[in-house]
C-alpha cells in the first residue's frame, strides 16, 4: 500500500516541528534568549523536585470560617437588639445557630424584621430568584438563626478565592521568582515556590491570618486569673511567655492600617516593624492615645499580643511602631502580613515538601544517565535482535524521545524525576510495537510473501494489536492522572504521551524508512535477521500438558503473598501513613547514635534513621503526630532544631510532611485508581473479545497483582504514590501482554475452527512467546540504569516494575493459558447440561 505525498508532508512537518519544539531544552540559555523568536515554545519546565524549591498545599478552615460567620451574626443581631432596647443577652451561640430567646411576645415581633434583614443573597438559581445565606425560624419564644449550605459554599468560594490574591500579595512581598499560587479543589490552595528551600518563612507568611486589632489593656484585672469578667480576654504574648488582660471590644481594627515597614530603633538597633492608619484610623488612634493618657495599649495578631506599650501623651499622626524581641526576618515577614492584609479564614498547611537545590541538580543528573543508559541498553538489544533492521526502530525509537520532550513544551508540562521515569519506560515500551511488527513480517517472509506484501500485512496485521495493547496500558494511565498527585500526575502524563507517541512513530515513521529501504533496494524478499544470522526457531511447548503444576506454583505465590500482606506487611510511604521525613547531609560523617538519642528525646513516636551517601546523609522518618496537620509543622521544627544542635553543619535536601487529611485522601485515590482501571480494563476486553478472555485476563491480573504486593512486602520498599504508579503501570503492561496472547488466539480461532482449544492455545502462545520475551527483556533493561542509579525517589517504582514485567511475561505464557482453557470448558459444559433441559421444557 502507498502512502500519498500529502501524507508523507504531514508526518514530515510533524516530526520537524516536535523536533524544533524539542530543541530550546538542549540550547545554552544565551542562544535561547537569542533565537527566541524562531522557538516555537520555551523549555521543558522542571518540576521541584529537580530544580529545588518548596510545595505547600494550604486547606481553608471550614470550622473557623463558620465560626467567623457565626461571630459577625451574634454581633449584627445584638446590634439590632441594641437599637430595639431589648437586653443583648438574649441572644447568644448555641453549637451551629445563633438562638435569641425574648420572652415578650411585642419585643420579639420588632426584632424579627431586623434579624430577617441580615440575610443576604447568594447566587442566582434561575428565573431571577436566589437563595439566602441564613434561616431564620421561630419557635415559641425563641429565634434561631442557623447558615445555610449554600451561603456557606458561598463564603467558602469568596475565602478561597481572596485568600488567593492575599497569598499572591505575601509571596510577591518576599521576592519568590515565578511563584505557583493556584486553587485546588473547592476549599485548598496549592502553593509552590521555586529556589525558596526552608519554607519556615513561607509557613508564617501563609499559615498567619494576620487579623491585626487594637485594643486597651484592663489594668484593673489579675492577668492570671481563670474566670475574667464579662468584656475582658485574656490573651498571651507573642513573644515574652507573660498574660495580658486585654478588653475584648476592638478599639481601631487593623482594617485601618494604611502602611507597615520594617526598619530598626535608632536608640537600641533592634528590629521593629512601623505602622501608618487611613485617616481614619489615624483619627481614632489620637482619640485614643489622648483619652488613656498613662495606660497600656495592646496590639493583638492572631489572639496573641505582640506589644503592649504604655501610652506617654496623645499621638496624633496617625503612626506607631511594634517591637517585640523580634528578629529582622520576622520583622520583615509582620511588615509583609500587615501589608497584604488579614485572610478571611485561617488557612491549614496539610501537605508540605521541599527539596534543595543540590538534590534537584542530582535528580537531573542521575535522570540523564539513567535515561541515556536505559535507552542505549534497548538499542543495543534491538540491533542484536533485528541486525540493520533494528537501527531503524532505533530511529523510531530516538523520535519518540524527542517528539515525547518537545510536546511536553508545547503543553507547558512540568517535568519531575517520576515523569523522566514514564520517559524512559516509555522507551522501553514503545519497542513492544517494533518487535510485534518485526515478528509479523518474519512470518509473512516464511510463508512465502515478497517483500512489499510481507511489509504491509506485517503492519497491517500488527496495527490491530497494537491498538488493543496501548488502550489497555493507556486506561490505566489516565486514571492515575486522575487520581494521581504532584510528581505522579507527571509520570501519567509522560506515559500516556509516549504510548501516544510511540503508535506515530512504530507505524508511520518506521513504516516509511522500512518501506524506503525496500524499494532503493528492490527487494524481493524481505529477511529480518539478527546481528548473528538467520533467527532459530524455538522448539514447540506444551503448555496446556502442566497448566496444573503452572497454575499450582501461581496459587502458592500468590497466596505467601496474601500471607505476607498482613505479615509484615507492607512498608507504608509516609504518602499513605502521613508523617514527616527529612534527608539531611553534612560534610563530615555522621554519628547516628548521638542524632538518634537526641530525637528520641524529643516524645514525637518512632525514629527511624537510614544512612547512605558514605556515612554522610541520613533520612529522618517520624510517625504522624496525634492530632491535626499542625502538630506535624510543630514536630518538623523540632527535629530541625535537633539536627543543625547536633550537626552544625547539616543541610537539610529535603522535607516532607503529609498531615492526617492529605494522607488518608491519597491512600482512598490511590486503591480506587487501582480498582478502577481493572473494571476499565475487564470493559475493554470484554468488548474487543469475548467475557471468558476479559475474566481470564482480570483473574491472571489479580494473581500478578497479588504477587507484586509481596514483592513490596518482603523487600520492605515503600508503598507509597510512586509504588501506586508502578503497580497501576505493570497492570497496564500486564494486560497488554495478554492481549498480544489473545489476539493471536482470537486469529487463530478463525483459521482453525475444528482445532481443539488446548491445541490451538498451544500454537497461538508458541507463536507469540518471542515477542513476549523480547519485549519484556527491552522493559526491564530500560528500568534497569533506574532502579541500580535512580535514588531513593524512584527506587519504589523501578524494582516492582522489574519483577513486575517478569510476573506478567510467565503469566501470559503459563497461566492466562489455561484459565481461559478451563473456563471455555465450563462454559460449553454449562450450555451442553442446559441444551437438553430447554429442549424437554419445550417438549
Known amino acids: 500500500m502507498r502512502t500519498s505525498k500529502w501524507a508523507i508532508l504531514a508526518y514530515v512537518a510533524i516530526t520537524l516541528f516536535g523536533i524544533l519544539a524539542a530543541l530550546p531544552n538542549v540550547l545554552p540559555v544565551a542562544v535561547q534568549q537569542q533565537y527566541a523568536a524562531l522557538l516555537p515554545v520555551k523549555p521543558v519546565t522542571l518540576g521541584l523536585d529537580l530544580k529545588g524549591g518548596s510545595h505547600l498545599v494550604l486547606e481553608v478552615d471550614a470550622a473557623g470560617l463558620r465560626k467567623a460567620r457565626l461571630d459577625t451574626l451574634l454581633n449584627d443581631i445584638r446590634g439590632a437588639l441594641r437599637a430595639e432596647r431589648v437586653p443583648t443577652s438574649s441572644a447568644r451561640i448555641a453549637g451551629d445557630v445563633v438562638a435569641v430567646k425574648i420572652a ?26 436566589s437563595s439566602s445565606d441564613i434561616e431564620v425560624m421561630t419557635a415559641d419564644d425563641t429565634i434561631t438563626v442557623k447558615l445555610t449550605e449554600a451561603g456557606l459554599s458561598d463564603r467558602m468560594t469568596a475565602a478561597v478565592e481572596q485568600s488567593l490574591e492575599i497569598i499572591r500579595r505575601r509571596v510577591d512581598q518576599v521576592g519568590v521568582a515565578e511563584p505557583l499560587i493556584q486553587r485546588v479543589g473547592s476549599d485548598r490552595i496549592l502553593v509552590q515556590l521555586p529556589g525558596l528551600q526552608d519554607p519556615t518563612r513561607l509557613r508564617q507568611l501563609l499559615g498567619s491570618t494576620a487579623q491585626m486589632s487594637f485594643h486597651m489593656v484592663d489594668t484593673s484585672v489579675d492577668p492570671n486569673t481563670t474566670t475574667p469578667p464579662r468584656g475582658v480576654d485574656i490573651l498571651p504574648g507573642a513573644n515574652d511567655g507573660a498574660k495580658y488582660a486585654v478588653e475584648s471590644r476592638v478599639a481601631i481594627s487593623g482594617e485601618r492600617l494604611a502602611d507597615a515597614k ?37 496590639i493583638v495578631l492572631d489572639g496573641k499580643v505582640l506589644t503592649a506599650p504604655r501610652i506617654n501623651e496623645p499621638i496624633p499622626g496617625g503612626q506607631g511602631q511594634i517591637s517585640g524581641n523580634f528578629t529582622a526576618q520576622e520583622a520583615t515577614v509582620l511588615s509583609a502580613l500587615l501589608r497584604s492584609g488579614a485572610l478571611p479564614a485561617p488557612l491549614t498547611i496539610i501537605e508540605e515538601r521541599s527539596v534543595g537545590p543540590n538534590l534537584g ?46 510536546v511536553l513544551g508545547m503543553l507547558g508540562s512540568t517535568l519531575t524525576l517520576p515523569g523522566i521515569a514514564g ?8 519497542v513492544d510495537a517494533n518487535i510485534l511488527i518485526n515478528a509479523r513480517i518474519r512470518e509473512e517472509t516464511e510463508g512465502g510473501a515478497g517483500a512489499m506484501k510481507a511489509l504491509d500485512i506485517g503492519f497491517n496485521k500488527a496495527y490491530a494489536t497494537i491498538i488493543d495493547s496501548n488502550v489497555t496500558t493507556l486506561s490505566g494511565t489516565i486514571l492515575l492522572f486522575m487520581f494521581g498527585t504532584g510528581p505522579v500526575r507527571g509520570f501519567a502524563v509522560t506515559m500516556m504521551l509516549g504510548i501516544v507517541i510511540s503508535m506515530f512513530t512504530s507505524v508511520t515513521i518506521v513504516r516509511l524508512l522500512m518501506r524506503e529501504v525496500v524499494v532503493r533496494r528492490k527487494m524481493k524478499r524481505l529477511e529480518i535477521p539478527s546481528l548473528f544470522g538467520g533467527v532459530p526457531h524455538l522448539p514447540k511447548i506444551s503448555f496446556m500438558k502442566g497448566r496444573y503444576v503452572a497454575i499450582g506454583m501461581s496459587a502458592f505465590l500468590s497466596i505467601s503473598s496474601v500471607v505476607l500482606f ?131 485476563a482480570i483473574a491472571v491480573l489479580l494473581l500478578d497483582i497479588t504477587k507484586t504486593i ?53 500454537m497461538s502462545i508458541n507463536q507469540v512467546i518471542a515477542r513476549c520475551i523480547f519485549t519484556s527483556t527491552a522493559t526491564a533493561l530500560s528500568l534497569v540504569p533506574m532502579a541500580i542509579w535512580g535514588g531513593d525517589t524512584v527506587k519504589s517504582f523501578a524494582w516492582p516494575m522489574i519483577f513486575g514485567v517478569i510476573v506478567a511475561t510467565t503469566s501470559s505464557i503459563y497461566i492466562g493459558g489455561p484459565i481461559l482453557l478451563f473456563l471455555s470448558r465450563w462454559w460449553k459444559d454449562r450450555e451442553a447440561t442446559r441444551a437438553p433441559a430447554v429442549e424437554t421444557a419445550k417438549n
Open 104 to 129: 415578650d411576645q411585642a419585643d420579639r415581633e420588632k426584632v424579627l424584621p431586623k434579624i430577617q434583614e441580615l440575610a443576604a443573597p447568594v447566587g442566582a438559581l434561575g428565573f431571577g430568584s
Open 566 to 696: 498482613f505479615t509484615p506487611g507492607l512498608n507504608y510511604g509516609i504518602d499513605f501513613s502521613g508523617g514527616i521525613q527529612v534527608e539531611t547531609t553534612s560534610t563530615n560523617k555522621l554519628e547516628l547514635a548521638t542524632l538518634r538519642h537526641e530525637l528520641e528525646g524529643l516524645n514525637i513516636g518512632e525514629v527511624a534513621l537510614q544512612e547512605f551517601g558514605q556515612g554522610q546523609s541520613v533520612l529522618i522518618r517520624v510517625q504522624r503526630q496525634p492530632g491535626g496537620e499542625q502538630e506535624q509543622t510543630v514536630a518538623l521544627n523540632k527535629i530541625k532544631d535537633t539536627v543543625a544542635k547536633v550537626v552544625p553543619d547539616a543541610s537539610f535536601e529535603r522535607t516532607e510532611v503529609v498531615g492526617p487529611t492529605i494522607s488518608a485522601e491519597l491512600a482512598r485515590s490511590g486503591f480506587l485508581a487501582v480498582a478502577l482501571a481493572m473494571l476499565a480494563i475487564l470493559l475493554y476486553i470484554w468488548w474487543r473479545f469475548e467475557w471468558h478472555f476479559a475474566v481470564g
Open 423 to 430: 520517559i524512559i519506560l516509555g522507551i522501553g515500551m514503545a
Open 262 to 298: 520594617a526598619g530598626f530603633n535608632q536608640q537600641t538597633n533592634e528590629p521593629i516593624v512601623s505602622f501608618t492608619f487611613d485617616s481614619q484610623g489615624a483619627r481614632q488612634f489620637a482619640e485614643i492615645t489622648r483619652d488613656n493618657v498613662g495606660l497600656p495599649f495592646a
Open 710 to 762: 509481596g514483592f513490596f512486602a518482603l523487600t520492605g520498599v515503600d508503598f507509597n504514590l510512586t509504588a501506586i504508579a508502578a503497580l497501576l503501570t505493570m497492570i497496564g503492561y500486564s494486560v497488554n501482554d495478554k492481549v498480544v496472547v489473545y489476539d493471536r488466539m482470537r486469529e487463530n480461532m478463525r483459521k482453525y475452527k475444528s482445532m481443539p482449544f488446548a491445541d490451538l492455545i498451544d
Open 361 to 406: 541538580s542530582d535528580s537531573i543528573r542521575m535522570g540523564i544517565y539513567t535515561g541515556l543508559a536505559g535507552f542505549a541498553l534497548v538499542v543495543v538489544l534491538m540491533v542484536i535482535l533485528y541486525g540493520a533492521w533494528g537501527m531503524i526502530a532505533n530511529v523510531g525509537l530516538l523520535l519518540h524521545t524527542i517528539l515525547t520532550i518537545g
